[in-house]
């Protein structure tokens, strides 16, 4: 009963911090491999509660995702980034900007309403949003997940797989979806250099997407060793403490100048 309660509790939280716009979007910078330069980020929704204290994603995003309130999240996650670089895509037409989506947003289709309402006549390009779904997501719902993603790739934005290699998804089934990038979760990245039996799952995964036509974008790079293995190995785009932790608006605004123009120069 009082994992009932404080759920419930959390779940009030959750409902008021929305309406009082407690919420902030920190940026995970993505970098090519290929010339060193900053891409894009991928948005990442923060919980700020009164009192400057931090609520965990894993905690807040799968009671947000139970109860209804991620569709409402991911409105306010939109808007937020339009507000925040829409000058910089505008910009810079090769930047990206990446959005995850759950398995909700297949079951209400809504996605596409709210993606066209809020960046249809903003200036940023439907092909500088990459979308980003989970393998638990074409697995809970597969004939409505591609339908959605069929539409979004239509209008061709970016369909990326995260956390590829921890579900089951087997390769035929993942070939019968619109995806563009495969993501490469960070517990194989962790691997690299090491003896551990996850090792070689890594070659393998960035081999099968390579026989796809996918790019590939490895997650959690944390060391100079892994970055010079996943150069070596053809991997297309990296992201991790290495570069940069997700950081506000601001700073990422300056990582991205300050990143690009070391690369340029």
């Given at each position: 009963i009082s994992i009932f309660i404080k759920r419930l509790s959390l779940q009030g939280e959750l409902e008021r911090s929305l309406q009082k716009d407690e919420f902030e979007i920190n940026y995970l910078p993505i970098i090519s491999l290929k010339d060193g330069y900053c891409v894009g980020a991928e948005a990442l929704i923060s919980w700020r509660q009164p009192g400057g204290k931090r609520v965990r994603p894993d905690l807040f995003i799968p009671l947000a995702e139970d109860t209804g309130l991620i569709e409402p999240m991911t409105v306010w996650l939109m808007k937020k980034l339009h507000s925040e670089i829409a000058d910089l895509l505008q910009h810079d037409r090769s930047l990206h900007i990446a959005i995850n989506l759950s398995p909700s947003h297949f079951e209400s289709g809504r996605i596409l309403q709210t993606s066209s309402a809020i960046f249809g006549n903003s200036g940023i390009l439907p092909e500088q949003i990459i979308y980003e779904i989970t393998e638990r997501s074409l697995i809970d719902d597969g004939e409505k997940a591609r339908a959605v993603m069929e539409s979004l790739s239509n209008r061709q934005s970016g369909i990326a797989l995260d956390d590829f290699g921890?579900?089951?998804?087997?390769?035929?089934?993942?070939?019968?979806?619109?995806?563009?990038?495969?993501?490469?979760?960070?517990?194989f990245i962790k691997a690299i250099g090491s003896d551990a039996p996850t090792t070689g799952l890594v070659d393998a995964i960035i081999d099968m997407a390579k026989r796809l036509g996918l790019q590939t974008i490895a997650e959690g790079v944390e060391t100079r060793e892994q970055e010079t293995y996943l150069l070596r190995q053809g991997v297309d785009f990296v992201q991790g403490w290495y570069y940069s932790k997700a950081v506000p608006v601001g700073q990422f605004r300056k990582f991205l100048a300050r990143h690009n123009q070391s690369e340029g120069s």
């Open positions: 921890t579900g089951y998804s087997s390769l035929s089934y993942i070939e019968s979806f619109p995806v563009d990038y495969l993501k490469i979760d960070k517990c």
